[in-house]
């Protein structure tokens, strides 16, 4: 089970202010669009986020626009996974094609805040806080796989190298 620290968000926490977009068309590595992650809704963020914390957040999340910048600057930030009752479908895709696992929980966020922490078991689809376990369709394991290369492009290039 992965455990993590939180850092909990509300409903409808958008694109813009995920990468702001006064960014966007500035050529960045990975790690210096980290940097800037969450900065318009979380000035702390970039700098106090460790490897292994988890985003908390409401429903709808990474809805507006379609950048891709938002997936990739949280998980360069070290970001192991965002839990929300719902994606933006954009955002969802771009996640997975980033290599950072976005759960949808139904129920349950609500109880968690900024500072707990949780576990997650991506195979068995369960998030645990405080005792308490959540189930969430557990993901596919064309998904999973997705993940554990690091993302659409390198799961694409391990699957070309291994079929030679």
Sequence with gaps: MNKGKVWKYGDDVNTDVIFPGKYTYQPMEPAEMAQHALEDLDPGFAKAVKPGDIIVAGRNFGCGSSREQAATCIKAAGVAAVIAPSFSRLFFRNAINEGLPVIELASGTEAIQTGDQVGIDF????????????????????????????????HVKKVLADNG
């Design 123 to 154: 195979v068995a689809g369960v998030v645990e806080h405080k005792g308490k376990r959540c189930s969430f369709p557990p993901l596919p394991p064309e998904v999973l796989a997705i993940l554990e290369d690091g993302g659409l492009i390198p």
